[in-house]
């Protein structure tokens, strides 16, 4: 090798090494990996597809931890055995941070799969008979929001005055059709399906367990307020990490991912 060969080598070098360190670099040095909670299903591959690469590019070393229930999420995030979660919408985290005196915030929504109304034994709505089983979410914001769509069929009636948001079997005015309501986790509602005439079911755990959303015989119209969203402890917002999951969420690359895997997905506005 000659001398400008040699020296054109060394320049590379440097600038390869110079590179890496930039890249390195570029991650918040008080956080080089990210602990990100998600139930298993759309959202956690929403990380592993769609922010995982970009942080990594960054530097940041990410690990997903996907959960099972509504619970364990955020117990995990506020003691620190998680940097962020992905799996509950607004009304939820409030409530949810409220009962159990939690200081977690909302960091930015996500683009989420709607509640839908699934059934093994029967191909219409118009379907139902007195008696009817109907299996739904035992947690208080998830039911509501079954309920909700309970109503707008016409399967119930509530009491006058009632927040529908707030809504649960007690509010139940009128049940002509005398439906046996099924309070379940939502993470058995897809294996109600076998048991009961028709199961409201969230989307995450409907596509976990092999359900399409054009499978549904009635999907909601999801409302910003029951968007899913990023959450991270209250005093971590200003944190450069978060401003980093933040602008991975927020980017051309994510939005890519979604419209490639994540067809038929309600999205936030950004």
């Known amino acids: 090798m000659n001398k400008f060969h040699a020296l054109r080598a060394g320049v590379l070098a440097l600038v390869s090494s110079a590179m890496i360190a930039s890249l390195a670099q570029a991650a918040d040095p008080n956080k080089p990996e990210i602990r990100f909670g998600a139930t298993a299903g759309p959202y956690s591959d929403q990380i592993r ?8 590019k960054e530097g940041y070393k990410v690990t997903i931890v996907e959960f099972s229930d509504y619970v364990q999420p955020n117990l995990a995030l506020a003691d620190g055995a998680l940097d962020a979660n992905a799996f509950q919408h607004e009304v939820y985290l409030k409530k949810f941070s ?14 989420t799969a709607p509640i839908g109304l699934y059934s093994h034994k029967h191909k219409r709505l118009d379907e139902l008979k007195d008696g009817a089983t109907v299996s739904l979410p035992n947690d208080v914001t998830n039911q509501a929001r079954a309920i909700i769509l309970l109503q707008q069929l016409g399967w119930v009636t509530l009491k006058p005055g009632v927040d529908p948001v707030k809504s649960s079997e007690r509010d139940i005015a009128s049940n002509p059709h005398r439906i046996k309501l099924v309070p379940l986790e939502a993470a058995q509602l897809p294996r109600s399906l076998d048991d009961v005439d028709y199961a409201f079911v969230n989307g995450n755990f409907a596509l976990a367990a092999g359900l399409k959303l054009n499978d549904a015989l009635l999907l909601e119209k999801i409302p910003p307020y029951y968007l899913n969203l990023v959450a991270v402890r209250t005093a971590d917002l200003n944190k450069p990490y978060v401003t980093d999951i933040a602008n991975a969420y927020r980017s051309a690359e994510f939005a890519r991912v979604i419209e490639q895997r994540f067809a038929g997905f309600s999205k936030p506005a950004q």
């Open 49 to 56: 597809y769609g922010i995982k690469p970009q942080l990594e």
């Open 98 to 111: 409220a009962d159990h005196k939690l200081a977690l915030s909302e960091l930015v929504k996500v683009p």
